[in-house]
């Protein structure tokens, strides 16, 4: 009897490019993923992910990231960031599906901005989904589904192993790519609001320990929420990470099997 892999990939910005990184060494050592959740950036990787694209595909993709001309800039009313352009890239990216015909089973994080309510998304677009998820607060405008708005997931749930925890996972994988920079440059109020929302989550982070099988934190330094032009850099450093718990990993799933023989 074989245990259900569940994995969560955390919020994080670029630094999620590490996310990739971490699929390519689960990849090659024939580790194989039965249920994904999503917050933020890992929505995105997580919903190409289910899609049937493997790490090197994904690698490819993460290329389009790097040119600004995804991030369309506007006068500030709800967020700095339209999210037109970002969306319009995800909805080709995707192909226009949803969220239930993926081959992986995915669910995406967001919160619903009036009520504070973790939202859920396990149907339904997947653009809009992920468009959603990674609308960090003050620098995207939020998603607008049926009258509702939404903000990134991370406000409430930075690494979400409850949900895939829900899906039926038996053992879950978890990768965190929080950073919290020590040496920021904060030159923009875009700086200001990404500083902030770090050390937010540093504090949450520090009365709310994630509870997994397995958690994987790659050592990021001082990359950034938007330092997409290092996209291969932090996908190399997903590796390194993953690659250091591959025994950990093959233990918790052992282990697994012998408390259901």
Known sequence: MEPKI???LGAGGARGFAHI???????KNNIPIDFIAG??????VGALYSMGHDGETLERFASLFRHKFYFDFMFPKMGFIAG???KELIHLLTQGKKIEDLAIPLSIVAVDLHTGEKVIFRDGNIADAVRASISIPGVFVPENINGRY?????VVDRVPVSVVKEMGADVIIAVDVFNLKTKPQITTIVD???QSLDIMQNEMVRYHEIKTDIIIRPDLGNYSLHSFEHANELIQ???????KQ????????????????
């Not at 917050?39 to 995105?44: F, N, Q, V």
Request: aromatic share 4%.
């Open 84 to 86: 037109s352009k970002v």
């Open 246 to 261: 591959l025994t950990n990993i093959e233990k918790a799933i052992e282990n697994w099997k012998e408390s259901h023989a």
């Open 39 to 44: 917050c933020s950036i890992g929505s995105l």
């Open 6 to 8: 569940g994995l969560a």
């Open 192 to 194: 200001v609001i990404l």
């Open 237 to 243: 450093l997903g590796k390194r990470e993953t690659e």
């Open 150 to 154: 939404f903000v990134d997931g991370s």
């Open 21 to 27: 990184g971490a699929i390519q060494v689960l990849e």
